[in-house]
T-cell receptor, first 107, second 116 residues
Framework: GENVEQHPSTLSVQEGDSAVIKCTYSDSASNYFPWYKQELGKRPQLIIDIRSNVGEKKDQRIAVTLNKTAKHFSLHITETQPEDSAVYFCAEGKPIFGQGTTLQVKP | EAGVTQFPSHSVIEKGQTVTLRCDPISGHDNLYWYRRVMGKEIKFLLHFVKESKQDESGMPNNRFLAERTGGTYSTLKVQPAELEDSGVYFC??????????????FGPGTRLTVL
C-alpha cells in the first residue's frame, strides 16, 4: 500500500544553521508532494509543495527537491530561526503523511 | 475568507459513550477530509468527501466511525461507542481540486478527543 517514510524524527540545530528533512514514498504514480508545518497547539499549514514535473522549488529560505527515480523528496530550510521550530510533515498524493519531524532551533 | 472550523475544540468522554465532531469547510471547497493524529505519530487519513459523496473511506478504522456530509457543506464524524484507542486529535481539512490535481489542503484547528 501507499507509504511515506520521514527522517529524522527529531532535529535540533543552532539558529542560522540549515535543516534538512527527507522523505521516501512508495507509490510511483504520485505527482504531488506537499510539506506542512504544525506549530505547537496550532493547525498544520502548507509551507511549500512540488509537483512531479519539476525537480526543485524554492520560496525564500525554504526549498524542496524531488527525485522521482529514487522516490524521495527533501525539505531544506536555510538560515534557521527560532520561529522555525515546529513539527514538519511531508506528504504525497491524497495526502498520505510522513511520521513528522520535530525541529528545534536553538537561539 | 473564513477558515475551516471545527467543533468542539475538546471533548472528554467515557468509554462506551458517543461523540459527534463537526467540521465546516471553507465555502466553495468541494473536497473535505478527516484525519486523526495520535500523540507523537503521523497524521492518519480517515476519509475524503467530494461534495456529499464519500470518495475514499479506506482510512476509517472500523464501523464505530460514521462520517456524513449531507448537502455537501459541513460534515460530522460520529464515534459510537467510543473506545480508549480513539483518543487523539481529529483534524478536518478542505480543498479545491482543480482539473483532477491534488492541491493545498486547509486544516481546521482540530478536536482533541479524550476517551477515559
Amino acid at each position: 500500500g501507499e507509504n511515506v517514510e520521514q527522517h529524522p524524527s527529531t532535529l535540533s540545530v543552532q539558529e542560522g544553521d540549515s535543516a534538512v528533512i527527507k522523505c521516501t514514498y512508495s507509490d510511483s504514480a504520485s505527482n504531488y508532494f506537499p510539506w506542512y508545518k504544525q506549530e505547537l497547539g496550532k493547525r498544520p499549514q502548507l509551507i511549500i509543495d512540488i509537483r512531479s514535473n519539476v525537480g526543485e522549488k524554492k520560496d525564500q529560505r525554504i526549498a524542496v527537491t524531488l527525485n522521482k527515480t529514487a522516490k524521495h523528496f527533501s525539505l531544506h530550510i536555510t538560515e534557521t530561526q527560532p520561529e522555525d521550530s515546529a513539527v514538519y510533515f511531508c506528504a504525497e498524493g491524497k495526502p498520505i503523511f510522513g511520521q513528522g519531524t520535530t525541529l528545534q532551533v536553538k537561539p | 475568507e473564513a477558515g475551516v472550523t471545527q467543533f468542539p475544540s475538546h471533548s472528554v468522554i467515557e468509554k462506551g459513550q458517543t461523540v459527534t465532531l463537526r467540521c465546516d469547510p471553507i465555502s466553495g471547497h468541494d473536497n473535505l477530509y478527516w484525519y486523526r493524529r495520535v500523540m507523537g505519530k503521523e497524521i492518519k487519513f480517515l476519509l475524503h468527501f467530494v461534495k456529499e459523496s464519500k470518495q475514499d473511506e479506506s482510512g476509517m478504522p472500523n464501523n464505530r466511525f460514521l462520517a456524513e456530509r449531507t448537502g455537501g457543506t459541513y460534515s460530522t464524524l460520529k464515534v459510537q461507542p467510543a473506545e480508549l484507542e480513539d483518543s487523539g486529535v481529529y483534524f478536518c481539512a478542505s480543498s479545491r481540486r482543480l482539473g483532477g490535481d491534488w492541491n493545498e489542503q486547509f486544516f481546521g484547528p482540530g478536536t482533541r478527543l479524550t476517551v477515559l
